[in-house]
């Protein structure tokens, strides 16, 4: 496979994870008691799938850089040391049963997307980049764009905010009095 069909790929499931956020949050501000339900039946497999997700992106950026030769710019870097302590610690956080990782998680995955959010809009509006950017490699070069849209920075925005929404939705539930 080449770095498009990768790309394309990797979008695709972007794209269904970004469904399955905005989903999560529909359901969380417009149906309590589904999301309560919802809850219910991922109860105890949220750390499990986050760290589903922490893996993919720790492979899908690895991939890019090994396989397809792109050179991580700085910014891809900071996300990378967010996501890739993530892909190691919530599998083995779920194989203990370890819900103390959650705090961990959410401030890797935060600081991770708030990264994200940063790289997204200086990709999109150079501009707003300062010359001390790498002009060998610059933050707002696109390698790829799965299915027409999900670069790198996109697909890794998705994936630190599917791993925080599986993480909240995974959170104990209240004891029943």
């Not at 498009?4 to 949050?25: E, H, I």
Request: proline share 7%.
């Amino acid at each position: 496979m080449d770095a498009s069909q990768v790309a394309d790929v990797l979008g695709t499931v972007a794209t269904f994870s970004a469904l399955v956020v905005v989903g999560l949050g529909g359901l969380r501000l417009l149906s309590p008691v589904t999301f309560g339900w919802l809850r219910e039946a991922v109860a105890g497999l949220g750390t499990t799938l986050a760290g589903a997700v922490a893996i993919v992106a720790t492979l899908g950026s690895l991939w890019f850089s090994e396989g397809a030769g792109f050179p991580p710019c700085e910014l891809c870097w900071y996300q990378r040391i967010a996501m890739y302590p993530l892909a190691v610690l919530l599998p083995v956080a779920a194989w203990r049963r370890d819900d103390g990782i959650r705090l961990y998680a959410f401030v890797l995955a935060g600081a991770g997307i708030l990264v994200s959010a940063w790289h997204n809009l200086i990709e999109t509006k150079p501009d707003l980049t300062s010359s001390g950017c790498d002009p060998s490699n610059p933050c707002t070069l696109r390698w790829v764009e799965g299915l027409g849209f999900w670069t790198i920075p996109r697909m890794a925005l998705v994936a630190f905010a599917l791993i925080i929404a599986l993480l909240a939705l995974d959170r104990p539930l209240p004891e029943e009095p």
